[in-house]
């Protein structure tokens, strides 16, 4: 059994390290320890406190314990040995979830959910056009069942997990609004979820908002921008507050809608230099651009305020960014998994350092506890700010 404990262990470790290195690594790599390290075991000296305490682990701790758990345990080990925030690792639930935020769809009823108590979970947001929607359920409903069984002490895991589930294509599912309990049946289905928003305000004054850089998000930002000018649209606020980041490629797109390729967007600097990255596009807008940005406004957001800013002349209105000037890649793992880690830092594009720094906007404007204790547009300082520049 040690021998087998040995071999595992090991072979996860090869194959982690081929991970990180690319997919032509991870065959090497893995070939290397198939036809090499089983079959030398003084190659294996420097891991040998590693699968020493599995081994132990396995054989002594006072309660059952499976191998997935101490192997993940482990993946996560390295990963927080690193001392970088931004490289992770995800369990096979939270790695589904990461990548339904950034493919923009996912199978199910289209409702985001929060835990409001230890048992209880509420529907914060019914997405447009989802099955949340067309059939009746409600911002601020509390889920009570679904299927016939008790929704009471399930986290938003579990209950995600049941609502997406294939297994059945129809739920249940009985909900507390206003004090009554409410019974919907639905049929579930694929949703799209939409990081773009957009309207006109007063003065011809477009508005967009995007919530995150995911994997449409580039193409519904251009439709909302071209649907704003077809309708006489003289200036634009783009809302970036609250929004973490995403994809790299994203950001790029979006900033070719306002950038010809004779401006540096962003550059990225390696162990091996540090290399200026140009928009792709002859398109050029003249109109005048204000940009909200707050103290979540991270990575992809940070890349484009800051290039809008350098580059295009963009005023940006709110309090200093997050500061992430790092950019991520990430990798499956064989046991459905995922690991994200730090392979470059990203500068703006007149090359200046925004990692734990942030990017100061132009009109640094606090939100106000009116806003605060009562957060409806009225009350938003930040995007009154706002409008006043872009008239």
Same mark, same amino acid.
């Given at each position: 059994?040690?021998?087998?404990?040995?071999?595992?262990?090991?072979?996860?470790?090869?194959?982690?390290?081929?991970?990180?290195?690319?997919?032509?690594?991870?065959?090497?790599?893995?070939?290397?320890?198939?036809?090499?390290?089983?079959?030398?075991?003084?190659?294996?000296?420097?891991?040998?406190?590693?699968?020493?305490?599995?081994?132990?682990?396995?054989?002594?701790?006072?309660?059952?314990?499976?191998?997935?758990? *101490?192997?993940?345990?482990?993946?996560?080990?390295?990963?927080?040995?690193?001392?970088?925030?931004?490289?992770?690792?995800?369990?096979?639930?939270?790695?589904?979830?990461?990548?339904?935020?950034?493919?923009?769809?996912?199978?199910?009823?289209?409702?985001?959910?929060?835990?409001?108590?230890?048992?209880?979970?509420?529907?914060?947001?019914?997405?447009?056009?989802?099955?949340?929607?067309?059939?009746?359920?409600?911002?601020?409903?509390?889920?009570?069942?679904?299927?016939?069984?008790?929704?009471?002490?399930?986290?938003?895991?579990?209950?995600?997990?049941?609502?997406?589930?294939?297994?059945?294509?129809?739920?249940?599912?009985?909900?507390?609004?206003?004090?009554? !309990?409410?019974?919907?049946?639905?049929?579930?289905?694929?949703?799209?979820?939409?990081?773009?928003?957009? !309207?006109?305000?007063?003065?011809?004054?477009?508005?967009?908002?995007?919530?995150?850089?995911?994997?449409?998000?580039?193409?519904?930002?251009?439709?909302?921008?071209?649907?704003?000018?077809?309708?006489?649209?003289?200036?634009?606020?783009?809302?970036?507050?609250?929004?973490?980041?995403?994809?790299?490629?994203?950001?790029?797109?979006?900033?070719?809608?306002?950038?010809?390729?004779?401006?540096?967007?962003?550059?990225?600097?390696?162990?091996?230099?540090?290399?200026?990255?140009?928009?792709?596009?002859?398109?050029?807008?003249?109109?005048?651009?204000?940009? *909200?940005?707050?103290?979540?406004?991270?990575?992809?957001? !940070?890349?484009?305020?800051?290039?809008?800013?350098?580059?295009?002349?963009?005023?940006?209105?709110?309090?200093?960014?997050?500061?992430?000037?790092?950019?991520?890649?990430?990798?499956?793992?064989?046991?459905?998994?995922?690991?994200?880690?730090?392979?470059?830092?990203?500068?703006?594009?007149?090359?200046?350092?925004?990692?734990?720094?942030?990017?100061?906007?132009?009109?640094?404007?606090?939100?106000?506890?009116?806003?605060?204790?009562?957060?409806?547009?009225?009350?938003?300082?930040?995007?009154?700010?706002?409008?006043?520049?872009?008239?």
């Amino acid at each position: 059994m040690k021998s087998n404990v040995k071999r595992i262990v090991l072979y996860v470790l090869f194959l982690l390290i081929g991970l990180l290195i690319g997919s032509f690594g991870t065959y090497f790599l893995n070939s290397f320890y198939v036809k090499n390290v089983v079959k030398d075991n003084t190659d294996k000296t420097m891991y040998e406190p590693i699968y020493e305490a599995y081994g132990i682990i396995k054989e002594n701790y006072y309660k059952d314990i499976d191998d997935e758990t *101490l192997i993940n345990g482990a993946i996560n080990g390295m990963l927080e040995s690193l001392n970088d925030k931004h490289s992770v690792f995800f369990d096979e639930n939270a790695k589904n979830e990461f990548e339904t935020e950034l493919s923009g769809q996912y199978y199910g009823i289209g409702a985001q959910i929060t835990q409001i108590s230890e048992d209880e979970v509420m529907i914060s947001k019914v997405f447009d056009d989802s099955p949340a929607k067309k059939y009746g359920l409600k911002e601020g409903d509390i889920f009570v069942s679904i299927d016939g069984k008790s929704t009471k002490g399930l986290t938003v895991t579990e209950i995600a997990t049941n609502l997406k589930s294939k297994k059945k294509e129809k739920a249940t599912i009985v909900v507390r609004r206003d004090g009554k !309990e409410v019974e919907i049946k639905l049929q579930k289905d694929n949703v799209n979820l939409l990081s773009v928003s957009s !309207e006109m305000l007063d003065d011809n004054i477009g508005y967009i908002s995007v919530s995150i850089f995911g994997e449409k998000t580039a193409e519904q930002f251009k439709n909302a921008l071209e649907g704003l000018e077809s309708k006489g649209m003289k200036s634009l606020i783009i809302d970036l507050r609250g929004n973490s980041g995403g994809y790299l490629s994203t950001v790029t797109y979006m900033l070719n809608d306002f950038l010809d390729n004779s401006k540096v967007i962003y550059q990225m600097k390696t162990r091996k230099g540090t290399k200026k990255y140009y928009a792709l596009d002859n398109t050029k807008r003249d109109y005048k651009v204000i940009i *909200l940005v707050d103290e979540n406004s991270a990575s992809a957001s !940070e890349i484009m305020c800051s290039a809008m800013k350098e580059q295009y002349g963009a005023t940006l209105v709110g309090v200093k960014t997050y500061g992430k000037g790092t950019v991520q890649e990430t990798s499956d793992l064989s046991n459905n998994t995922l690991i994200k880690y730090t392979v470059q830092e990203w500068l703006t594009s007149k090359g200046n350092s925004i990692n734990d720094v942030g990017v100061t906007p132009d009109y640094e404007v606090t939100l106000s506890d009116e806003y605060n204790n009562n957060p409806i547009r009225e009350n938003d300082n930040q995007l009154k700010q706002a409008i006043e520049l872009a008239r």
